[in-house]
Each structure stands twice: as structure tokens, then as C-alpha cells.
């Protein structure tokens, strides 16, 4: 599956409001569905990643031998769940190209989602994204 036709999988899910593909080094978005006016993607990403920096260093400075599985933002009529790819989960155990620093990000109407069946839905986009 490639990257477009992954990210319009992510936007069947149902509630779904938005999803990217984010650059964690840069902040840059490399493909995105959905979005509007009130909800850009391009500024989210670019700001998410210091959320995504911020939890990595903290697992660092507390010595957690783990890694972020997704981080999840509960909103009071959404919810923004953050999930990185494999190389960026497992970034403290090998060394990882920079094409392996992405995350994904999906925006739900929290009145619409069914949050665990979009969980599960993110981990496949995730293996489908970075195959």
C-alpha cells in the first residue's frame, strides 16, 4: 500500500477529521488527508513534534528501557492520537535513517470514534507506511 492510498485508508475510519504522515526532525507533513480551515494539519504536525520530542525525553531521563507506542490527546469533541513508526519507537536501539523518524497523526470527532477500533486501524496504517 503506498502512502496516499494509506492515508485514505485512515480516513475511513469512522470519525475521522484529518490524518498525516509527519517528518519528525523537520515538523514537515510528506502526505495528508482531510483538514480544514479549522484544523491544519501542516501547523499540527510541525507543533506535535516537540510533544512527540518531549515524551522521548522523558523516557530517556527517567531510563525507561520502553518506547511510545502512540501518545493519545483526549480534547473535549476530539481526540489526536500520535503514533510513531517502528524506527522511531525503536530509535534508542539501533541506528535509524532518517526516513525511519516519521509519525502518524489522526484527528477524530470524539462523538463519532470508536477510539480502540481506530487504534487498531493506525497500527496497520503504520506497518502498511513503513514496509
Do not use: C, W
Request: avoid cysteine; hydrophobic fraction near 45%; glycine fraction near 8%.
Amino acid at each position: 500500500m503506498d502512502l496516499d492510498d494509506a492515508l485514505i485508508d485512515g480516513m475511513s475510519v469512522d470519525g475521522a477529521l484529518g490524518i498525516a504522515l509527519v517528518d519528525y526532525d523537520s515538523g514537515m507533513i510528506l502526505g495528508k488527508q482531510g483538514g480544514n480551515s479549522l484544523l491544519d494539519l501542516d501547523v499540527a504536525g510541525a507543533v506535535l513534534t516537540d510533544v512527540v520530542r518531549a515524551k522521548l525525553r522523558a523516557i530517556e531521563t527517567l531510563q525507561l528501557d520502553d518506547a511510545i507506542e502512540d501518545i493519545l490527546v483526549t480534547l473535549g469533541a476530539q481526540y489526536h492520537v500520535i503514533m510513531p513508526l517502528e524506527g522511531l519507537r525503536n530509535r534508542q536501539h539501533s541506528n535509524i535513517s532518517k526516513r525511519n523518524n516519521l509519525f502518524l497523526y489522526l484527528v477524530l470527532d470524539r462523538a463519532r470514534a470508536n477510539l480502540a477500533l481506530a487504534r487498531h486501524r493506525l497500527r496497520r496504517i503504520e506497518q502498511a507506511v513503513r514496509v
